[in-house]
């Protein structure tokens, strides 16, 4: 059967419409992968260029390592750290006001040569200043101890007094008995009612590292380690 010359017009127009629409599928493609290519070469030379980067400032970072390790105290292995900790944090939580009521002692995390010890604290009391001060003087023990996942809301039936919960964690590193800190013993405290009230701009004074004793102080309620 032959084919009018309007049929082979439209059959060739049908072939030409099939062959581009193949072709520009192809090209689609093509040009998704490279794009794709594109940014994962990106990504590489960005990843490449900050790796020279940090290599070329290991030294600024093995200074800046060397001078926090410095502050770190060294507990020999397997000693137990709770005491140690909880003792700075009632110590400064007795002297500036904050009444601690539930707290209890995590599990020990260690992350190369470092060892963390998280204190939760679920429930605490104190003033805004009190609790200000507190806080500049937990921050204040430079690396060994920081203070994250902080709550803070007013108390409903007290006016001025503030309620919460935080997480402190306390850095220090593990080593041989010989090369194990000794706990100072802390300085004397003095007396709430002849303290005079220190002024919101006045640096607190850095805790000093309490003597072993794990009784919490009058009123807080300890959880056992986990």
């Known amino acids: 059967m032959s084919m009018t010359k309007r049929e082979k017009v439209l059959a060739a127009a049908t072939v030409l419409v099939v062959a581009f629409g193949l072709a520009g599928t192809q090209a689609r493609s093509r040009v ?3 794009r794709e290519k594109s940014a994962t070469a990106a990504a590489l030379a960005d990843r490449i260029r900050m790796q020279r980067e940090l290599i070329g400032a290991a030294a600024d970072w093995a200074a800046r390592y060397d001078g926090v390790k410095d502050q ?10 709770d ?31 470092v060892c963390e010890f998280p204190i939760e604290v679920r429930e605490w009391e104190a003033t805004l200043e009190a609790f200000v001060k507190f806080v500049h003087a937990i921050q204040s023990e430079g690396a060994m101890l920081d203070m994250r996942e902080m709550r803070v809301a007013p108390l409903s039936n007290r006016p001025g007094i503030l309620k919460g919960s935080f997480v402190l964690y306390c ?10 800190t000794p706990a100072a013993s802390p300085a004397p405290m003095p007396e709430a009612h ?33």
């Not at 850095?171 to 194990?180: E, L, N, P, V």
């Not at 004074?205 to 986990?226: D, F, I, Y």
């Open 83 to 113: 005491t140690y900790w909880l003792n700075i944090m009632d110590l400064a939580a007795e002297q500036y006001g904050v009444k601690i009521r539930n707290r209890s002692a995590k599990q020990e995390t260690v992350m190369s040569d």
């Open 171 to 180: 850095a220090y590193m593990r080593g041989d008995a010989a090369q194990t």
């Open 194 to 226: 002849a303290a005079p009230a220190p002024s919101l701009d006045a640096e607190p004074p850095r805790l000093a590292a309490p003597a072993a004793s794990n009784t919490p102080p009058e009123g807080v309620e300890q959880e056992p380690a986990k």
């Open 32 to 34: 998704e992968a490279i």
């Open 72 to 81: 770190m105290p060294v507990f020999e292995r397997g000693k137990q750290v």
